[in-house]
């Protein structure tokens, strides 16, 4: 009886990647959760391309990694995609971007990868890496998050389609500075598409714009006006 009740204490979840399988066990109540290789620098692991897809199958050679990202000045607004491409030794495959008119940022995510999928196919590359920074895109490739916005469910299905023409296929979700040469080029293609050079949207503003609002549960909430997506703001405190 009292070994049936501590089964019942814990809750086991067995994942299955590429043929490996491995278990992480959560136990309940006072005791803490128990992870394999504890210490480990995650942080550290995460450093390097290679390192963004742990497993067998992306030690093996003929992968190549895209790194894409999209974004829209206005959220719909003028908008447009950036992708990086490299080998598994980390050299340049290429740089693909292009200007998408008046979209919102989702759309843009998504074309990026659209786009990497498409080279890959077009140019035999069987087996491709996928890296975002777009939580939402990542998660709904993954069918972890449903695709509700008729917007994206074209772009959604798309991709799905091309994915199942590769011989392998994974995406990983990581942070925007891990993902800064996709974020400059997709900014390139907006600046193209908005008729500005590179020099003068990196160049500083001649006047600076002050808005009012609110903090509530960390997030800065304005009174009045609003900022497009991807520009820089500075918070100062009042009182």
Known sequence: MRSQMHLNRRLIRTFVSTGRR???SIYRGPRRARFPRAGVDYTRLMASAGNLFPGS????SGWI???CDGGSRGNPGPAGYGVYMQDENGAKVAELS???GKKTNNFAEYSGLLAALDYALANGHTHLKAVADSELMVKQIKGQYRVNSPELRPLYE???RRIAQLEGFQI???LREKNRRADQLANEAMDRGMGRSAQSSTAP???SQTLRG???GGVVHLLEGELPDGIFVKVVREG
């Open 158 to 160: 798309e991709a799905r």
């Open 214 to 216: 609110f903090v509530k």
């Open 22 to 24: 491995f278990c992480v």
């Open 98 to 100: 292009e200007y998408l």
């Open 57 to 60: 199958d992306s030690e093996k």
């Open 65 to 67: 990694t895209a790194f």
């Open 205 to 207: 503003a001649s006047k």
């Open 172 to 174: 990983q979700h990581v």
